[in-house]
């Protein structure tokens, strides 16, 4: 009988040894720091887009050891036309401990664009870095009814002029120069809302009044969380 149980303890240790416990998938997240939807794509798991302020997360499989993401946002109209330049980001990161936080950005050579025009003439088109080398046109409307419209992601330069002509009026325009109606305060995420008012002197002569506010959105990661900040590169829309 002894002899039994001296061959038996040699097998239950082997057993035990064969006991393998599944960790549970990595949790790849992406938060939107930006002014529009990102639209997030991870190799093999598919695609999300992630509204202004929020997060999304993807479920990775360990063995994958790494994963690669692409992202892009921009500016649009209405009825979905691209306005502005594109943002887009390519990266691939290895898979360490549990989870990792990517913060979505622009950097400081990017900024977004708000206009709000009030008064008696439509805003058509709009031109941005005019007379610069990045110049864009964007064939849009800014109607004059007060209300606030995103319009796009577009370079930062010291001399950066935005530019729209006046719809009814094409030879007349209303204009805002950086350091002069406006100043980027040069940070990541920055935007500036442009405001555009007709009014009427004491004479009755027809005066335009513009005026601009700025803004940026900070970073604050969650304590102790893993987490990088990627800023996105911006094209020409295709």
Same mark, same amino acid.
């Given at each position: 009988?002894?002899?039994?149980? @001296?061959?038996?303890?040699?097998?239950?240790?082997?057993?035990?040894?064969?006991? &393998?416990?599944? !960790?549970?998938?990595?949790?790849?997240?992406?938060?939107?720091?930006?002014? #529009?939807?990102?639209?997030?794509?991870? %190799?093999?798991?598919?695609?999300?887009?992630?509204?202004?302020?929020?997060?999304? *997360?993807?479920? @990775?499989?360990? !063995?994958?050891?790494?994963?690669?993401?692409?992202?892009?946002?921009?500016?649009?109209?209405?009825?979905?036309?691209?306005?502005?330049?594109?943002?887009?980001?390519?990266?691939?990161?290895? $898979?360490?401990?549990?989870?990792?936080?990517?913060?979505?950005?622009?950097?400081? %050579?990017?900024?977004?664009?708000?206009?709000?025009? *009030?008064?008696?003439?439509?805003?058509? =088109?709009?031109?941005? +870095?005019?007379?610069?080398?990045?110049?864009?046109? %964007?064939? $849009?409307? $800014?109607? /004059?009814?007060?209300? #606030?419209? +995103?319009?796009?992601?577009?370079?930062?330069? /010291?001399? #950066?002029?935005?530019?729209?002509?006046?719809? %009814?009026?094409?030879?007349?325009?209303?204009?805002?120069?950086?350091?002069? &109606?406006?100043?980027?305060?040069?940070?990541?995420?920055?935007?500036?809302?442009?405001? +555009?008012?007709?009014?009427?002197?004491?004479?009755?002569?027809?005066?335009?009044?513009?005026?601009?506010?700025?803004?940026? $959105?900070?970073?604050?990661? !969650?304590? /102790?969380? =893993?987490?990088?900040?990627?800023?996105? *590169?911006?094209? @020409?829309?295709?």
């Amino acid at each position: 009988m002894r002899k039994i149980l @001296i061959l038996c303890l040699p097998l239950l240790v082997l057993a035990s040894c064969c006991v &393998h416990v599944d !960790r549970p998938p990595f949790l790849a997240r992406f938060q939107n720091m930006l002014y #529009t939807n990102i639209s997030v794509s991870v %190799d093999g798991y598919g695609t999300k887009v992630i509204a202004p302020g929020e997060t999304a *997360t993807f479920m @990775i499989d360990r !063995r994958d050891q790494v994963y690669h993401y692409e992202a892009e946002t921009h500016g649009s109209t209405s009825n979905g036309e691209i306005t502005g330049l594109v943002v887009e980001w390519s990266l691939t990161r290895d $898979i360490v401990g549990e989870s990792y936080t990517t913060y979505l950005i622009t950097a400081e %050579d990017l900024f977004f664009l708000k206009m709000r025009n *009030t008064g008696y003439h439509d805003l058509h =088109p709009l031109y941005v +870095n005019y007379g610069l080398p990045a110049e864009t046109e %964007d064939n $849009i409307t $800014i109607p /004059g009814n007060g209300l #606030t419209y +995103n319009v796009g992601y577009y370079k930062a330069f /010291g001399r #950066t002029r935005i530019q729209a002509d006046w719809l %009814d009026m094409p030879t007349e325009y209303t204009y805002w120069q950086n350091r002069v &109606h406006f100043t980027f305060p040069w940070t990541e995420n920055q935007s500036i809302t442009l405001r +555009n008012d007709f009014k009427k002197d004491a004479s009755g002569k027809q005066i335009v009044e513009v005026s601009s506010e700025t803004s940026s $959105i900070k970073v604050d990661p !969650r304590d /102790g969380e =893993p987490f990088g900040v990627d800023a996105g *590169t911006a094209r @020409i829309a295709k």
